[in-house]
């Protein structure tokens, strides 16, 4: 019901001319009977019937207390029936509605990244605004992805399939279904069903792209989902010690510190619409997620590079809660961006804010390997590092989405007052 609700019908707009086409019709009608009472012979029971005995101006008033009666029964009637057919929460249907409205008016954001880093962005800042558009990497190599990528050379659909749950507005049953894993010891063993879900798709569609848009259709997705690149590439790192590996899945278990990763082939052609949308982007979010594994290989894609060092939008680089064994080993907020900057074409920095995790105090013990992130002092020069509230209170080594996306519309709305004070330049302090 709430896709009826789109901008482009203008709901509020047909409303009014449905209300004044009821006040003209019923006008007319009121002329046509005035006119016929008038000039016809009618019997006297019609005068009793319309109340002729009794002065115009209490009939008016009648009419309209009657009129408006019906009106408060009506919507009232209409008000439980819309709600009783949409998904149940505990939002009131104006507060949904509402909020659809408002979210539909959200900024143009793009969030670049994969892994599991990125629907945690996403199913927060899904709730501010409806104009987004995740661009994932296509490096996945391992799980149910990469097997799927092997046997039937399509682009891996195991990140796909994280952030079209994350962006969808179903029922939670049908989000546990498109998560669902076969279990072991069957020809299905280990697939979920949306991976396999995405690729009946792609059969059928003819094209992963296609198959893409009509999931997120089916799903009622609030945004779309873009992969940085339509080739087969693989990520390959070389390691400070001059050695080197293929294989998104294989670059954490050498265990030695990565000097920079490529893609194989080093030169993709970058997906059109993911260009487009950074380009034409308010709010360009990378990670949180593997740096080196989700969050570098998409600007790796040259066409993705130069659109995010280019675009005018308020860039966020949202910094891991914690280090990755094999990846970011003894890391803190200021490597993890000299990392990503580093990959950049002339290792650009096009950062205009960081946020850092505040870390609570932890009364459990880490396990091996891994380290929080810790903030030092920073020699960035123009980028903000901002230490913020974003992690969750009941898993200390996670985003929390509802604080990162709030965190996040706030430096948003910051950035726009001072653009606006300082008359449409860049600002950031």
């Not at 209490?58 to 009637?77: E, H, K, Y």
């Not at 539909?104 to 670049?112: A, T």
Request: aromatic share 6%; hydrophobic share 45%; proline share 6%.
């Amino acid at each position: 019901m709430l896709k009826l609700l789109r901008p482009g019908l203008n709901v509020k707009r047909w409303f009014l001319v449905l209300l004044l086409g009821m006040v003209v019709l019923s006008l007319g009608l009121g002329f046509a009977i005035t006119g016929a009472y008038r000039i016809a012979v009618v019997p006297g029971w019609v005068g009793l019937i319309t109340l002729q005995f009794v002065p115009v101006w209490v009939r008016a008033a009648m009419l309209l207390v009657i009129g408006g009666g019906l009106c408060v029964v009506g919507f009232a009637g209409l008000y439980r029936s819309l709600a009783d057919v949409l998904p149940a929460n505990s939002q009131s249907l104006i507060e949904r509605i509402y909020e659809y409205r408002v979210r539909q008016g959200g900024p143009r954001i793009v969030c670049i990244g994969g892994g599991t880093g990125m629907p945690t962005v996403l199913r927060g800042l899904k709730h501010h605004s409806a104009n987004i558009t995740a661009i994932v990497t296509v490096g996945d190599d391992g799980g149910s992805s990469g097997r799927l990528r092997r046997e039937h050379g399509i682009l891996p659909p195991g990140d796909f399939r994280n952030n079209i749950v994350a962006l969808a507005q179903v029922e939670p049953l049908m989000a546990r279904l498109f998560q669902y894993r076969f279990g072991e010891g069957s020809p299905l063993g280990g697939h979920s069903f949306g991976n396999l879900f995405v690729l009946a798709m792609t059969n059928i569609t003819g094209s992963f792209e296609h198959a893409l848009r009509e999931t997120t259709r089916v799903l009622a997705v609030q945004g779309v989902i873009l992969p940085s690149t339509l080739e087969d590439v693989e990520i390959c790192a070389e390691f400070a010690d001059g050695s080197e590996v293929c294989g998104e899945s294989r670059i954490p278990e050498v265990g030695k510190p990565i000097k920079r990763v490529y893609l194989n082939p080093e030169h993709p052609a970058a997906q059109p619409e993911a260009v487009s949308a950074i380009l034409e982007a308010d709010l360009i979010v990378l990670g949180p997620g593997s740096l080196y594994t989700s969050v570098v290989p998409n600007v790796l894609v040259e066409g993705v590079a130069k659109a995010l060092i280019q675009a005018d939008a308020l860039k966020v680089y949202v910094c891991n809660v914690a280090t990755q064994p094999g990846e970011t080993d003894g890391y803190n907020v200021e490597a993890h961006v000299e990392a990503l900057v580093s990959h950049l074409p002339g290792q650009t920095n096009p950062i205009d804010v960081v946020i850092a995790p505040r870390h609570p105090d932890l009364s459990e013990p880490m396990e091996p390997g891994i380290s929080l992130v810790k903030t030092a002092p920073s020699r960035m020069t123009h980028t903000r590092v901002m230490v913020e509230d974003v992690v969750r209170d009941d898993l200390a080594l996670r985003h929390d989405p509802d604080k990162l996306a709030t965190v996040l519309m706030r430096i948003y709305d910051e950035e726009r007052r001072a653009r606006t004070t300082s008359g449409g330049a860049r600002y950031v302090s």
